[in-house]
């Protein structure tokens, strides 16, 4: 699987449970939380889709990995293709 | 002491055959039921009530994707009171509205869902959803109608059975007699049919209702065929001042709540007690300092239920029965027993008497039951008389809890 693959599945993710954001434009490398109106709850949903649409663990100490979508892309690629 | 007067001057609603008051007294008044048949999780089809109001209205994706129904029915309804009210909202101080209301129940729908993903993963709690808990409390859709209107006053629910929407009403009278406040938001609201527990549990007490041919006749107190209730889902919230400020603006005042009682059965657990309903009527005339004869409607909780009709039948004649100006009628009829909403439903479908002194009548009885033949039952067809000033409401519920809530057409 691709970084870019990658990125879609989490901007993916990121439609369904933040349905009224616009990610059509989202830069890579700056903070999700810059770019739309995400809380901490919101992140705990991402990890759960990921858990359960894609088997991935991110554990709690690996959160802050998930703060762009190049970082996203960085720390889940790996995880992705181990699978 | 002198105490305040609180009337009601804003009204929104959402029922099965309505999401404005206009609506819904139309369809009462035109004998337009609407219940329909629902998938129901483990069940099949259930009849139930449905209401198609648009919660993006007031909400936008995400909060309807993290919320509850209850919160979504009570959003609704809230937005569309203030607006009824014209109270200048923006500038009014948002620390100074409580917000009560009534629930029959709340977390089930919530807590059933989270049983039913998990199954889909062998019960791994791992994906049990964070949001389960803000979902859950008792106070979710009270306090989401304040993140979503941005009020800091006080809030919560009131947990009475299907006496909560008279009990939210309640609650906030006595707050704003209280001066804790100085607008409330209150009434009740019901997201139950979302459960499969709230209707598997009726019908294994053999009170959930069916009709073999017309959904729409499921509902049918004091018919001798009734054979249960109809579970719906609803909401009504009031805008209640007091009558000093609402006339220091110059609102619209819509009725005085001027007498109300709750009391307990103290008996059983589900089987109502029409002594202690009886009391409670009396209870609420006392304070209203009124005799029966001023009453003109007497909206009754009846929910179809064999048993549960013919006991409040025989309260309602111990109370009313020697008033001829007293009418009796009854909402779930149409929409279905509401839960925690019906109380306040059901009065709201009667305010309208007062301008138009026509009582809405209980349909689909097609075989009076001899027990449940109240002098006075309007039945079938509306009732036009002379003149409406005061209704009586009665709402009862599980555990023994009896409510009754009298309103008076405004007179300075």
Known sequence: MTEDQVKQIVIDIINEIAPDEDTSNL?????????????????????????????????EEDYPQLASLQSCADYLTPKFNAK | MQQSRIVITGIGLTAPNGNTLEEYRQNLLDGIARIQKIDMRYMGQVP????????????????????????????????????????????FDKNRIGVYIGTTEHGNVETE????????????????????????????????????????????????ACAAGNAGLIQALQ?????????ALAGGVSESIQSFGIFAGFKSQGALGSHESDTNKTSR?????????????????????????????????????????????????????????????????????????????????????????????????????????????????????SMGAAGALELAGNLPSFKDNVIHPTINVEDLDPECALPNLVINTPQKVDAVKVILNNSFGMLGINSALIVKKFED
């Open chain 2, 113 to 160: 869902n989270e049983v039913y993903n998990i199954s889909k993963f062998d019960y791994d709690t791992r994906y049990w959803t964070h949001h389960h808990n803000p979902r859950t409390v008792a106070n979710n859709p009270a306090g989401e109608i304040t993140i979503n209107m941005g009020i800091t006053g006080p809030h919560y629910t009131i947990g009475a």
């Open chain 2, 221 to 337: 107190p004091f018919d001798k065929t009734r054979n249960g209730i109809v579970v719906s889902e609803g909401g009504c919230v009031y805008v209640l001042e007091r009558l000093e400020d609402a006339q220091a603006r110059g609102a619209n005042i819509v009725a005085e709540i001027v007498g109300y009682c709750i009391n307990s059965d103290a008996s059983d657990y589900v089987l109502p007690n029409p002594e202690r309903q009886a009391e409670c009527m009396r209870q609420a005339l006392k304070v209203a300092g009124m005799q029966p004869e001023e009453v003109d409607i007497v909206n009754t909780h009846a929910t179809s239920t064999p048993m549960g009709d013919i006991q409040e039948c025989k309260a309602v004649k111990e109370v009313f029965g020697e008033s001829n100006k007293t009418y009796v009628n009854n909402t779930k009829s149409f929409i279905g027993h």
């Open chain 1, 27 to 59: 830069k890579a490398e700056v903070s999700l939380r810059d770019q739309m109106d995400l809380d901490s709850m919101d992140f705990l949903d991402i990890v759960m889709e990921l858990r359960k649409q894609h088997g991935i663990e991110v554990p």
């Open chain 2, 175 to 183: 707050m704003l007699r209280l001066g804790e406040v100085d607008m």
């Open chain 2, 48 to 91: 139930a009530g449905v209401c198609d109001f648009d919660p993006k209205k007031y909400q936008n994706r995400k909060e309807l994707r993290v919320g509850t129904r209850a919160g979504s029915i009570a959003i609704y309804c809230a937005h569309e009171a203030m607006a009824d009210s014209g109270i200048d909202f923006e500038n």
